[in-house]
T-cell receptor, first 114, second 114 residues
Framework: GEDVEQSLFLSVREGDSSVINCTYT??????LYWYKQEPGAGLQLLTYIFSNMDMKQDQRLTVLLNKKDKHLSLRIADTQTGDSAIYFC??????????????FGKGTKLSVKP | GAGVSQSPSNKVTEKGKDVELRCDPI?????LYWYRQSLGQGLEFLIYFQGNSAPDKSGLPSDRFSAERTGGSVSTLTIQRTQQEDSAVYLCASNRDRRNTEAFFGQGTRLTVV
């Protein structure tokens, strides 16, 4: 079945790099996403990667995709206290050429210590 | 409006009562999703509307849950005979179309069943 797995917690020191990992199950997913949820707020799309890409870089964010292992990671360089949030990995399975619903992991709570 | 709007932002109801949660998607967005986020849990998919197609209701947890989308715009999620386990934040998201890369989320409705 469809399932997205991620570790629940990550703690880093300010200035270090954070790496949040995710595994997904549906190889048909055309897009894979990282969303951020700050306390008391809704979800905000951070970045996404198309399934035919291995890497995508956007300022401090680097997304790596290993399609063979169905593994997705998000690296945040020079992590700041403002990066403290819950990060959700999501996939969008492709049904007959069209995307279906977004399937989310349980989220990784990133804590950044000064 | 500029973003996805959900109302009410908070709802406290007595066990056994019916509740209606409303979502106003971004104008022109044809895809609309409902998710449920329970304390410490990830996002649980509930239902997905895409244009005039039949909705994907595969995530609705029981027949007490239903949703409709009138005129391809506003959506209402109805929970009948609410139970305490229905307490959660209900999130709505919209997307320009089924191939679009970004789903925009509302702030959610926090439902508390007492």
């Amino acid at each position: 079945g469809e399932d997205v797995e991620q570790s629940l917690f990550l703690s880093v020191r300010e200035g270090d790099s954070s790496v949040i990992n995710c595994t997904y199950t549906d190889s048909s997913s055309t897009y894979l996403y990282w969303y951020k949820q700050e306390p008391g707020a809704g979800l905000q799309l951070l970045t996404y990667i198309f399934s035919n890409m291995d890497m995508k870089q956007d300022q401090r964010l680097t997304v790596l995709l290993n399609k063979k292992d169905k593994h997705l990671s998000l690296r945040i360089a020079d992590t700041q206290t403002g990066d403290s949030a819950i990060y959700f990995c999501a996939e969008s399975p492709n049904y007959g050429g069209s995307q279906g619903n977004l399937i989310f992991g349980k989220g990784t709570k990133l804590s950044v210590k000064p | 409006g500029a973003g996805v709007s959900q109302s009410p932002s908070n709802k406290v109801t007595e066990k056994g009562k019916d509740v209606e949660l409303r979502c106003d998607p971004i104008s022109g967005h044809t895809a609309l999703y409902w998710y449920r986020q329970s304390l410490g849990q990830g996002l649980e998919f509930l239902i997905y509307f895409q244009g005039n197609s039949a909705p994907d209701k595969s995530g609705l947890p029981s027949d007490r849950f239903s949703a409709e989308r009138t005129g391809g715009s506003v959506s209402t999620l109805t929970i009948q005979r609410t139970q305490q386990e229905d307490s959660a934040v209900y999130l709505c998201a919209s997307n320009r179309d089924r191939r679009n890369t970004e789903a925009f989320f509302g702030q959610g409705t926090r439902l508390t069943v007492v």
